[in-house]
């Protein structure tokens, strides 16, 4: 099945800044994409494998009509993959040459792919579009952009992002350290579902009734189906969201896009900028390694783990994902 277990869910990915009036070649689950924008500035995604002998059509061009060109024989494909027009053969029959495309919308300043070829565009969830908080599209915050690779499997990575009970091991030296000398009591998390996905609240200070949602501090952790978390942070020096994308790339890796959208009091801005830059990296690196050695590869069905309760947020990712592929087996598509 193309796409594997990321068929059937819209994915980020690229940063709409990447994509120019060239090709862009991505990989999602395997699967080689070539992204290009149509005449009117619109992002399209197609197979990036020419059906005439299977180049790379994210070698070619953007034609003057809007159309992806293949490098080889110039065959011309337009943003629903249809060929328009093959060069030397006036007479071809067209409805039979063309390339499979994927719905694809740019939102948040990124560029969305439906991972599925065949659906339809009134299917659904075409039409429902990815969900995405409001943060990547609210105007007014300064935005980081930044992408690495991780050689997990995106499931690792992205329940790596729901992790609250890490944070004093392996961030001991960064944002782990307050709650280092929490670990005795027991972590109290709420996990609460919305439209999207779920937010977790939690207290590590036991004073707290998370219930309660005026009594939750500021920082919350937010999941948007499939695969992006939201770190939110706001306090007296300003407001702090990051987002973090785990998708599906090559065999073996996991692309990590991130886009932290910041704004701080006026004057601590431009000095904190980069240390926050190199604060963000390093705390994304000393994650990497340990979540690359997940045994095994794919994160498991709840029970197959030991699990205890604050693992809570990852569990609740781990029921979604299975439920996921139970319907992917079931030929579910709605
Ligand atoms: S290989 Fe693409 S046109 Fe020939
Ligand atoms: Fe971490």
Not at 24 to 30: E, T
Not at 33 to 38: K, T
Not at 118 to 139: C, F, I, T
Not at 241 to 256: F, N
């Amino acid at each position: 099945m193309r796409f594997v277990d990321a068929r059937g869910l819209w994915w980020p990915l690229a940063f709409s800044s990447q994509l120019d009036d060239r090709p862009l070649a991505v990989v999602l689950a395997g699967e080689r994409l070539a992204l290009f924008r149509d005449g009117a500035g619109t992002p399209r995604a197609v197979f990036d494998r020419c059906p005439h002998r299977g180049v790379e059509l994210s070698q070619g061009r953007v034609a003057a009509d809007g159309c992806l060109e293949c490098p080889y024989h110039g065959w011309r494909f337009d943003g629903g993959g249809r060929c328009v027009d093959v060069p030397f053969n006036p007479g071809a029959k067209l409805d039979r040459l063309g390339v499979g495309a994927m719905a694809t919308v740019e939102r948040g300043g990124l560029i969305w792919v439906f991972a599925d070829e065949q659906a339809s565009a009134e299917d659904p969830r075409v039409l429902a579009g990815p969900d995405l908080p409001d943060s990547l599209e609210q105007p007014g915050l300064r935005r980081r952009e930044a992408e690495f690779v991780w050689r997990c499997h995106w499931t690792r990575l992205a329940e790596n992002m729901l992790d609250v009970a890490h944070l004093p091991y392996v961030h001991r030296a960064t944002i782990g350290k307050r709650l280092r000398d929490a670990t005795g009591r027991s972590l109290a998390q709420h996990v609460e579902d919305r439209d999207f996905g779920f937010e977790i609240h939690w207290d590590e200070t036991g004073e707290r009734d998370l219930q309660d949602p005026a009594a939750r501090s500021g920082a919350y952790l937010g999941w948007y189906r499939p695969c992006l978390s939201m770190l939110v942070l706001s306090g007296p020096q300003g407001i702090y969201r990051q987002h973090m994308m785990s998708v599906p790339g090559a065999a073996g890796e996991t692309r990590l896009l991130l886009v932290s959208a910041r704004r701080f009091v006026a004057g601590v801005d431009m000095p904190l900028w980069p240390a926050m830059n190199w604060y963000e990296d390093r705390i994304i690196n000393e994650d990497r390694r340990i979540v690359e050695s997940s045994d095994p590869a794919i994160a498991p069905p709840p029970a197959d783990e030991r699990s205890v309760p604050s693992d809570a947020a990852t569990l609740r990712f781990r029921k979604w994902y299975w439920a996921h592929r139970r319907s992917l087996a079931e030929g579910v598509t709605s």
